[in-house]
């Protein structure tokens, strides 16, 4: 048995592009910009989409949205998944960042929201 929510929006822009889409994104819908000093390709947008985070990243491939899911168990997330017709292409740091059918791409991490907030919307899968 394991648990998983999703956590994430991202609005993957190519990197030369990032910063103006993040400006973009945060007018649009009326929010403001934070940086996330560990890992600079990604700007949060707070509170765009309340409950999730919502982050623009800069990626060195094609524009594109994705989502991330959390998980207390990434192997039995990532096999629930592969086993609905998902495709591990890669794995970044302790992400699994998976095809799925229609082609739009789904990141697989550890447990990232608070434990309360977690325990709160996670889904329980046998």
């Not at 707070?46 to 990243?57: I, K, M, N, S, Y």
């Not at 989502?67 to 997330?77: K, V």
Request: include cysteine; glycine fraction near 4%.
């Amino acid at each position: 048995m394991h648990r998983s929510r999703v956590y994430a929006v991202l609005i993957d822009a190519p990197e030369a592009e990032a910063a103006q889409a993040a400006k973009f994104w945060a007018a649009a819908l009326g929010v403001k910009v934070g940086s996330f000093p560990p890992q600079p390709q990604f700007t949060t947008l707070h509170q765009a989409l309340p409950g999730l985070v919502t982050t623009v990243q800069a990626v060195d491939d094609a524009p594109r949205i994705h989502l991330d899911i959390e998980t207390d168990d990434p192997d039995a997330e990532t096999e629930r998944l592969t086993s609905l017709g998902a495709e591990q292409v890669s794995q970044w740091e302790e992400c699994r960042i998976l095809r799925v059918p229609g082609g739009h791409l789904v990141c697989v991490l550890p447990v990232e929201s608070e434990r309360e907030v977690f325990a709160a919307q996670a889904t329980v899968w046998p």
